[in-house]
């Protein structure tokens, strides 16, 4: 039953947290009041020349074409083949993931074009919300530039991700070198080991939107009676979507993301402990507070010994 309940929210966090990585389901951490920016500006784009430059346009890309795609996901819990769509239509982003295996499932997402406003780095001047993200993930993560590759018969660049603490996994991108859309992802643990691959096998050709996306305001967050005393640095809360999960708190250091559940109970609902869920950790609590008890449920992509460290940090406020 507890697993069961835990790869329901895999799925449903999928949507708002960042499971899919083309897609750029993972909220950006990027400046308040960003300026808007025009998709134009790719259509006579320069190779970039360094690293901040490729991540810069790898974020501008996601949001801007249109495309269709089959993908592949591997990890602990097997192999599974999706159908990816992501079309944008009267300033709407329109994500379609379609698990083509087992069970029909079918994880749609809809949001105003554009990057949701957040914070900036106090010591990093930048002029855009990509340039922001860019700069926040370099300020966690040793970035390198490797060597040219091919996925999906599409040249690309590859980059490596090298987490600068303990509390994180090595990522590894694939970029597309005629667009900049993310081709490849494979998620490493400490001992460099692929926890997660997730790679396009067939990339319909994108198609460029025309004109200005829009960087909307954040929407104001629900009061809670509850809070995360912990978390690694870097984390930082991100815009929930509407329809997540009632009590839901996301976080994201720019890669990964961490989706936090707490909710008074009158039985148990899950038992306690650590689940693996593919790259997934998902901790599991029960508090009592005040006579009351409460569920305390975490599911990020981070090292379990961490997962748990934040979940036992939640304080409830009577």
């Known amino acids: 039953m507890a697993m069961d309940k835990c790869r329901q929210w895999r ?26 920016f025009s998709c134009d500006d790719l259509t006579s784009f320069t190779a970039p020349a360094n690293v901040q430059d490729w991540l810069v346009l790898s974020k501008q890309a996601g949001h801007c074409y249109d495309f269709q795609a089959r993908a592949v996901s591997i990890d602990a819990l097997g192999v599974r083949t999706l159908a990816l769509s992501h079309r944008i239509r009267d300033g709407v982003r329109q994500q379609v993931v379609q698990h083509l295996d087992g069970p029909s499932v079918s994880v ?11 914070f900036t780095l106090e010591d990093q001047e930048t002029s855009s ?24 018969g599409r040249e690309a660049v590859q980059l490596k991700f090298a987490p600068q603490d303990g509390e994180r996994y090595q990522h590894e ?3 597309d070198k005629e667009t900049g859309l993310l081709l490849k992802h494979v998620m490493r643990d400490s001992q460099s080991r692929a926890l997660e691959t ?8 994108p198609v460029l939107y025309e004109g200005e996306i829009a960087h909307p305001a954040s929407p104001e967050e629900p009061a809670m009676s509850w809070q995360a005393e912990w978390l690694p640095d870097g984390f930082v809360s991100q815009p929930v ?12 250091d720019g890669l990964a993301s961490i989706s936090l559940f707490a909710a008074p109970v009158e039985q148990q609902t899950l038992s306690e402990g650590s689940y693996q869920l593919g790259v997934s950790t998902a901790t599991v609590s029960l508090v009592e507070v005040s006579d009351q008890r409460w569920q305390l449920v975490g599911v990020g992509e981070l090292p379990s010994d961490v997962m748990r460290r934040i979940v036992q940090s939640i304080v409830i406020q009577p």
């Not at 947290?17 to 009041?33: D, K, N, R, W």
């Not at 749609?108 to 957040?118: D, F, P």
């Open 173 to 175: 991108w694939w970029l």
């Open 198 to 205: 997730f790679q396009i096998t067939q990339l319909q050709a």
């Open 11 to 36: 799925i449903q966090t999928a949507a708002s947290a960042g499971l899919v990585s083309l897609f750029s389901f993972s909220t950006p951490v990027i400046a308040e009041q960003a300026p808007a």
């Open 241 to 252: 979507e509407t329809g997540s999960l009632s009590g839901q708190r996301v976080y994201s």
């Open 129 to 152: 919300a990509a340039e922001a993200w860019a700069a926040h993930v370099a300020h966690y993560y040793e970035i390198e530039l490797l060597n040219d590759d091919r996925v999906a």
């Open 108 to 118: 749609e997402r809809q949001s105003a074009v554009g990057y949701r406003a957040r």
